[in-house]
């Protein structure tokens, strides 16, 4: 079902004309009774009671709201001109927020890519862009929009592991911008049949579960510490072979290989060691 819109009337006007319709209505029927004419007052009081009845027309539509009208069940259109305004008496009228609005998610406990348990939890953006759909095509569409969204966000969790294992691989810890589109898509793609679009979705918790926290930080600590030696060690080897190249073109000192091997194992040791070297002198030979 899709929202089509609805001429409505003004309605300080219309309350103006009313107001004035039941008191010209209230003198004629006093004026009839008082004179004995029945017809008029009989049509005076008709008259009066139709008009009363045309109060119940009237509404009031704020800023950024609308008005879904329906007639006996029947969708009649909506009227989204903010003030008093007046339609047919009869029409049931439900009032729909257009203003944006957003909710954060519980936390919720699911297992990553990995199966390891993680806790996560989302801020949601959201507004109605079809009232009537938003309306007529789910039952109490705020509760489906946070439905919805922790079962998006749940299924998109499962989706993809807590870090980053292979190069080029998305994480949810490494890579947000690219999880968040990915609920947002999700999320808009669940929701679009209630009339509501998704206007942001970003995560706005994310750790491993407390049964596991500890395990998965030793984890990350170790796997920086292979990082950062694997990075020593690749410079400590260029760093090595730039001493041993320039020792050779300034012909200051020949090397044969048993010299060689020792000196590139003292120099590894030095750039690699975590920790002060304490130099030996060595009075003899290597021989």
């Known amino acids: 079902m899709q929202e089509k819109t609805i001429r409505s009337l003004p309605g300080i006007p219309m309350l103006l004309a009313l107001l004035v319709a039941v008191a010209g209505c ?14 008029q007052a009989l049509v005076a009081a008709l008259a009066g009671a139709i008009a009363v009845f045309c109060l119940f027309g009237l509404y009031m539509v704020e800023p950024n709201q609308a008005a879904v009208l329906s007639l006996f069940g029947k969708y009649v259109g909506t009227v989204k001109h903010d003030g008093l305004r007046w339609n047919n008496p009869f029409y049931s009228k439900r009032k729909v927020s257009l203003r944006v609005r957003n909710f954060e998610s519980g936390k919720l406990k699911v297992n990553e890519l990995d199966g390891s348990p993680i806790e996560i939890a989302a801020v949601i953006v959201w507004q109605v862009v079809d009232s009537a759909e938003a309306v007529y095509n789910v039952d109490e569409y705020e509760s489906f ?18 870090d980053q294992h292979e190069e080029g691989q998305l994480a949810l810890r490494s890579h947000a ?20 679009a998704v206007l942001d979705a970003r995560i706005s918790h994310l750790a491993y579960a407390p049964e596991i926290a500890h395990a998965m930080l030793q984890r990350q600590q170790a796997n920086a510490v292979i990082a950062a ?4 060690v690749a410079g400590a080897v260029g760093m090595v072979e730039m001493a041993l190249a320039e020792l050779e073109k300034s012909g200051t000192v020949k090397l044969d290989e048993e010299r060689r091997a020792h000196m590139v194992s003292n120099l590894l040791v030095v750039l690699c060691s975590d920790r002060g070297t304490q130099p030996v002198v060595n009075a003899g030979t290597l021989y």
């Open 145 to 162: 929009v946070h439905i919805q969204s922790e079962s998006a966000l749940r299924g998109m969790a499962t989706s993809y592991p807590y």
């Open 229 to 232: 030696r694997t990075r020593i």
């Open 177 to 196: 911008l690219e999880i968040s589109h990915h609920l947002k898509a999700e999320l808009g793609e669940r929701l679009a049949d209630a009339g509501v």
């Open 26 to 39: 209230a003198v004629a029927f006093l004026d009839g009774a008082g004179d004995g004419d029945r017809v």
